[in-house]
Each structure stands twice: as C-alpha cells, then as structure tokens.
C-alpha cells in the first residue's frame, strides 16, 4: 500500500462531519447549463497497491453550439519622429519598420497579416503615429489592405511625444470591449515631448515602474499642456515665477482626509468635495457655509450629511525629464488592463543623443512594457523576429479552444503538493451518440506540473452535440501520515481539486461549469502494539492502538519505518521481537503483510515487543580506614543496568 493525499484527509473530514457525505455540486445548482451541457466527474481506485486511480471527466451536449471567437484590439503606436529617417544596418528605420508590418512576399507576410490570421480569435488593429503630438492614422478593422496603406503612408519628422501616442491608443481602446487589449509602443529614442502632470505620489515597481530612476509617479495630467522642447530629454531648471514649456516643475502630494459636513456648523476655506476622481476646493460664505463656483455664476452649496475634505500635504515630487509623463502614462493604461508591448528601435544608434540620454532610453522603453519580458531591443538585423515574438505572444493569449477545462489537482492552498500525476495517462475521446464509437481527440488536453492543472481544449468554434471525456491517472502520496484518531470514521477522500468548463455564450459572454469533486472510498486498519518482560506473556498498551486509512483490495501493507507501524509503539528497553498481520494464523501472510478487507475487524495488525534490559543489584562494601570513612557519604548498593545483545 502506498501514500495518500494529506491535505484531501483534511478537506474531507470536515465535509463528512459538517455536511455528511460529499455529493455531486454544480456551480448553478445542477448539472445542466442554460445551453443544456451536462458535465460530471467521477474518481475510482484501479490499482490499491500503488493507490492509484482513474479520473473521468465527462461533457455531455445535448446540441451543436456554436462558440464565438474570442476577441483581441492591437493598437500600433509608431514613432515617426525625424531620427526615424536615419539608417539602421543599411536601411532606413521607417523603411525597414514598414516591411516588417506590411510584409515583402506571399511567404513573408509581416505582422499585420500574421495577427489577423491568429487562429480562433477575432483580431482587429488600429495605428497611431507620433511625433510632436499624436495621430489616430486608423481606427479598429480587420481590413489588411487598409492597414498595410495607412503604415506605408506614414513619413518621419518632429520630435518624440510616446506618452502621446500611449494616451491615444489607451482612448482608443478605452471606446471598445474586447476580451485581451494590446498596444505596441515602437520608438527609436527617449521622449523630447510629454504632458504636464498635475497629481503625483511616491513611485513604486508596480506594473514594471522603475522607481530608482523616477522616484515619483505622475497619476493626472493636463492634456492641453505639453512639455519639452523636442530636441532634449531633460528638461532645463532656471524657471523663477513662471513655467516654460522646456523648464522642470514641482507637484505637491496631499493626503485628504473625510468628514461629515453639518450646516449647523461653521467653516472656513480650506476645503474640499471630491467628484469623479477629483477634488474641487470649496469656499465658505459668511455664514460658514462651503460651497462650489462653477463658474458663469453658478454656485453649489455643499448638502448636509455630504463628505467634504481636508487636505494634508504629504511630499513634493520634482519633475525634471519627459520620462516622468512617459511611464506615467504607461503605467495608467496598464492598470486599466491593457497588455503593452515595447520596442526600442536602435537606441543609442543616433549621433544626436547625449550619453545620458542613451543610458535612459532603454529604461524608458522597459518601464512602458508591462513586464521585462514584452520589451525588446530592436535594429534593422532583428525588427522581423522581434514582431514575430510579439505576434506569438498574443496568439498564446488570444487562441485557443473556444470551449475548455481546467482540471487544478491537489487543495486550494497546497495545489499539488501531495499527489502525483500519471505521466502519459491523458486520453480525450468524442462521442457523437451510443451508437457511434468514440474517436480519440489526440493532444487536446496537457498536463503543467508547475501549475498542477490539466488544461483541456475542448473545442474552438463548434462544440457538437455528444459526449467528450478525458480520462487519467493519479497517485497519492503521504499516506504514512494518514492515521490517528481523527481518521477512524473516515469513509472518504477527495480525489482531487476543483475542474470547470469555460466556454462563450452565443450572445458572446463566458458561461462556467464546475465539475463535482469526487472522493474515494477508504477504510481502516488498526495497529495493536503488545509488550512482555518475559517473552512469553504480552499485555496491549491501548493507549497506542493507532488508526491507519487503507483502500480495499491493497495487499501489500507491511510494518516499516515510512508508514510508523514499529516506531509508532517504540519503547525504550524494548525491542520489537515480531508482527502479525490480520486475524487468520493459519493465512500464508500471517507473518508477512496485511489485505485490506471491507471488514475492519480482520483488518490488523499486532506489533509485539520485548524487554531487551536485565536489572541485577549488585552490593558493594567500602573499605576505608576508620578515621576516613563516613558512611553517610558513600551508598550501600548500586544497582547496575545490563542490555541483552
């Protein structure tokens, strides 16, 4: 008999003295969906020597449902600034940027062709160009040919604005729903242009942020206010009483604290009421009552029972390159969800850059992306392959089954941990009807053992009428660890964790249908530890009798050091002379191992014990000189412990 899943015993337990047995649970109550799908798991011991058992998991339709495809937006946000029209490995960077979009050839088709042809999934583009300012060159389509004419179209000249481009693209998005949404930022240098920002806080390293090379992190911006020059990253500090375009500012950060207005009290300026994600200062009459000016003579007085705000100042955060408005502006889109992709376009390549802004470039580029691994450093070699691993990154997003299974093995919060999977065990079948046999679907499930989930692509765009099955195998492990007194009554383990079926509605929401978790049946052996002086006459100490679960049909179970059947009753001064196992003497196994029956009265095991110690007193009479001697200082006897062996 081999191990079973700790962590299963546990989960299992408390459903069996909470609710009973565990039965069959849907996620709406029943097995059957609105569209009809039946779906059921079910777990069964097929070989109790290695405690492994077959898993089944079974999707019953009643009819053909056809699955829309899952949807991407790719917003491309192309840097056209002048330094585009200079040359990278022989050709110009614009050029080279428009071949590797548009394609050369029926067998080099480029990105835009590539992406749109992402297999089960409705793909649109859109392109937006940037220099000085931004441009939405194309909205959303799925139309090839005029993509490929919109990139060709593009010319290069003007500074960088990258934090305009990204706050387009992210409004573009902003107007549509779809179910992933990418921008690919490409630039060949640091940002000579941004935005003013009106709000900042302390900087962290979420979303790829890099605080150590800007400590503060714009959250608002004025959109009609540009900053920078065109020509240069930083920007200059020599500003008294007013701000140019191209000199460094501060913004201060508060902290607002809420309280409850009363009209019964009276207030003075100070102020605040909070609307739409901003705090707009209110003014006190003088009656002390706060209120709002609008403008154009429309005042707001401020209700009883309404928040108003303190404002506490909390830090300055000084602005000094465009790379503040740059990330800032990275970091908004990405906390709205949005995947963004970079490209750092031969920076560095340029005569024009100064050595810091070389140095900066490539942080720029990294903090825009929404982790290291979706920036790229790019020159005319390398554009090709790197737009390739950017298109491979969304299809492994955006394809797939339109229908599919994640099957999460072991518990909640050690997923895995306690069990095994059978490596190669997995088989998916279709079905049509029972009159039909079943067809193998080869390679439509996998198993990740970092996850512990199997993953099962059910189908893409038709899921048939019939019946799907996956089958296959697992093992449990620390079943040593499975006995004690909370066990005696167990009846059940839980095979594995939670699976569900997860597939588009025709209306084009995601519908879910979890599986049952099914358990498996267990018993109980006990184990008797017996101990004598004499060896012959043994006596049970009952206090150590312990509770072993065990599946019926195992023949194998043996006393060892892994399962703690000879330590378990271990005692010093005594040695474990033999075991017998069951209650039938005259069974050939009666010496050698335990069969689990259904009848946990023949179900034991007797561990037997013997003193290994022989106590013999032994008198000892001190000889000293009577002048010396001091029999309160010296025992009479001393008794002497000897060990048999």
């Not at 990740?448 to 019946?467: A, M, Y």
Request: hydrophobic share 30%; aromatic share 12%.
């Amino acid at each position: 008999m081999k191990k079973l899943l700790t962590i299963m015993l546990a989960i299992a337990i408390v459903a069996m003295y909470t609710f009973g047995s565990i039965g069959t649970v849907f996620a709406d109550g029943g097995g059957t969906s609105s569209s009809g799908i039946t779906v059921n798991k079910t777990a069964g011991w097929v070989d109790p020597d290695t405690s492994t058992a077959d898993v089944t998991l079974t999707i019953d339709n009643p009819k053909d449902i056809v699955i829309p495809k899952r949807t991407a937006k790719i917003v491309l946000v192309l840097d056209r600034s002048g330094s585009m029209d200079e040359q990278s490995h022989g050709i110009k960077k614009i050029d080279k940027l428009k071949q590797t979009l548009n394609g050369t050839s029926e067998t080099d088709k480029g990105f835009i062709e590539n992406a749109l042809a992402i297999e089960n999934a409705d793909v649109q583009l859109a392109v937006v160009s940037y220099s000085y300012s931004a441009r939405n060159d194309l909205g959303f389509t799925n139309d090839k040919d005029s993509l490929k004419s919109t990139v060709n179209s593009l010319s290069a000249g003007g500074g960088t604005n990258t934090q305009a481009g990204i706050h387009l693209a992210q409004q573009l998005l902003d107007q549509v729903t779809a179910d992933y949404e990418f921008i690919i930022v490409l630039s060949d240098g640091v940002p000579t242009y941004s935005y003013r920002g009106t709000s900042a806080i302390t900087a962290d390293t979420g979303f790829n942020y890099d605080s150590n090379e800007w400590t503060s992190r714009i959250t608002s911006f004025n959109y009609g206010w540009g900053k920078g020059t065109g020509n240069a990253y930083l920007f200059n500090n020599n500003y008294d009483h007013y701000e140019s375009n191209s000199e460094s500012y501060s913004i201060d950060d508060y902290s607002y604290v809420g309280e409850t207005y009363s009209t019964s009290k009276e207030y003075g300026n100070g102020y605040y009421y909070y609307d739409d994600g901003q705090y707009y200062p209110l003014s006190s009459d003088r009656y002390g009552n706060l209120y709002i000016y609008w403008g154009f003579g429309y005042y707001q007085f401020i209700e009883n029972g309404a928040t108003i705000y303190s404002r506490q100042y909390v830090s300055t955060s000084s602005i000094t390159n465009n790379g503040f408005g740059t990330v800032g502006e990275a970091y908004l889109a990405k906390e709205k969800g949005t995947t963004i992709f970079s490209i750092g376009y031969a920076l560095g390549e340029s005569n024009n850059d100064t050595q810091e802004e070389k140095r900066v470039a490539p942080l720029v580029m990294k903090s825009i992306a929404s982790s290291d691994d979706k920036s790229f450093a790019a020159d005319g070699s390398n554009l090709d392959s790197i737009f390739s691993a950017i298109r491979s990154d969304i299809n492994d997003s955006t394809q797939g089954a339109g229908a599919y299974v994640t099957d999460v093995m072991g518990s909640s919060t050690e997923t895995g941990e306690h069990y095994q999977f059978v490596a190669d065990s997995l088989k998916v079948t279709y079905q049509a009807d029972t009159n039909s046999v079943p067809v193998e679907m080869a390679n439509a499930a996998t198993y990740d053992p970092v996850t512990h989930t199997i993953n099962w692509n059910v189908e893409n765009t038709l899921l048939k009428k019939g019946l799907y099955k996956l089958t296959y195998k697992i093992h449990f492990d620390d079943y040593a660890n499975m006995k004690g007194t909370n066990t005696e009554e167990l009846s059940t383990v839980l095979s594995n964790n939670s699976a569900a079926l997860h597939y588009k509605t025709s209306n084009g929401t995601w519908d879910n249908k979890d599986f049952p978790m099914p358990t498996l049946p267990v018993t109980q052996y006990t184990v008797h530890y017996l101990y004598s002086d004499d060896g012959k006459n043994y006596t049970e100490d009952t206090s150590k009798a312990m509770s072993h679960v065990a599946i019926v049909g195992c023949t194998d179970i043996a006393a060892n050091s892994a399962n703690g059947i000879i330590t378990d009753g271990a005692v010093t001064g005594y040695n474990c002379a033999k075991v017998e196992y069951g209650t039938d003497k005259d069974n050939d196994n009666f010496n050698k191992q335990l069969k689990i029956t259904n009848n946990k009265a023949d179900n034991v095991i007797n561990v037997y014990y013997n003193t290994n110690v022989i106590s013999i007193p032994v008198k000892k009479v001190w000889n000293y000189p009577t002048t010396n001697y001091n029999a309160a200082d010296q025992p009479e006897s001393v008794t002497f412990t000897v060990y048999k062996g």
